[in-house]
């Protein structure tokens, strides 16, 4: 199996690397802080290459597209994994904080689909797995920017797997709640009152990325759209379904706490 995933030097993506690699497959790490070279093979046959990768850039995208091709010939999966944390109350979410955002998180997943896509269907196979999030699903106040954004992720995706279906192509959302890893330390904003409740959240969880990873393979395995890995997020998703009134009363209580923080 030959893997490509972004955001792989930490955190979900690092835990995504080292699972496929665990499988056996050839993995590339492309990541921001990557860098061209080979990390120690972690079984025979396999080896995870390191990659620097932008996915801001058309021309890191390019770069990435002709290294497959010249050495793998193909591309099984795509992990569109690399992303920041965002968000922050209406009035406090600037304009540039939301193209920010977008550009990385909703068009770096636009990219590397555009890139790796015309490829699978040439093969007649693979598959694009978008990390997403639970708040693609369940949009809780003070996080506009990045519901939105991973909103349309998971709408794009779902898109994807019915477009590219004819072709033998897939593609899978991955919307996990919260879990520890490092993607608080992209946050940036106005809003330090979010920023602190969301990092405590964050810090406080006792699932780990290597679990989210864990379930995500599990995920592909069963050939799922979309993968909710963790309890939390299931049941959070299992509310606004099933009882929409509870779970609107749930999310106007945290807005309400956050206004009386703030007052």
């Known amino acids: 199996m030959r893997v490509l995933v972004t955001g792989g030097a930490s955190g979900l993506g690092a835990a995504l690397v080292d699972r496929f690699a665990e499988r056996g497959a050839r ?21 995870v290459v390191e990659r620097a990768l932008d996915v801001t850039s058309d021309a890191d995208w390019d770069a990435a597209r002709a290294w497959v091709e010249q050495e793998w010939g193909g591309l099984d999966v795509l992990v569109n994994n690399a992303g920041i944390a965002g968000g922050g109350r209406l009035e406090l979410c600037s304009i540039d904080e939301w193209q920010r955002i977008i550009d990385v998180n909703l068009l770096g997943v636009v990219r590397g689909t555009q890139t790796f896509v015309p490829m699978m269907k040439r093969q007649g196979s693979g598959r694009v797995v978008n990390t ?5 699903l369940v949009h809780p106040p003070g996080m506009g920017s ?20 004819p072709y033998g192509v897939g593609c899978t959302a991955v919307c996990p709640s919260y879990f520890r890893t490092n993607l608080m330390s992209s946050l940036s904003g106005a809003d330090t009152d979010l920023a602190e409740q969301i990092t405590r959240l964050v810090e406080k969880s006792p699932i780990s990325a290597d679990d989210i990873a864990v379930a995500v393979l599990d995920g ?16 959070a998703y299992a509310l606004k379904l099933g009882d929409r009134a509870a779970y609107d009363a749930q999310m106007r209580a945290t807005a309400a706490r956050a206004k009386e923080r703030s007052s």
């Open 132 to 136: 997403a999030s639970l708040a693609g």
């Open 220 to 235: 592909l395995d069963r050939g799922l759209d979309v993968v909710l890995p963790d309890e939390p997020a299931r049941a």
């Open 146 to 165: 990045y519901n939105a954004v991973k909103a349309a992720v998971v709408a794009f995706s779902e898109t994807m797997s019915h477009e590219l279906a």
């Open 27 to 47: 993995v590339v790490s492309a990541d921001l802080s990557g860098r061209a070279g080979a990390r120690a093979p972690e079984g025979p046959d396999n080896s």
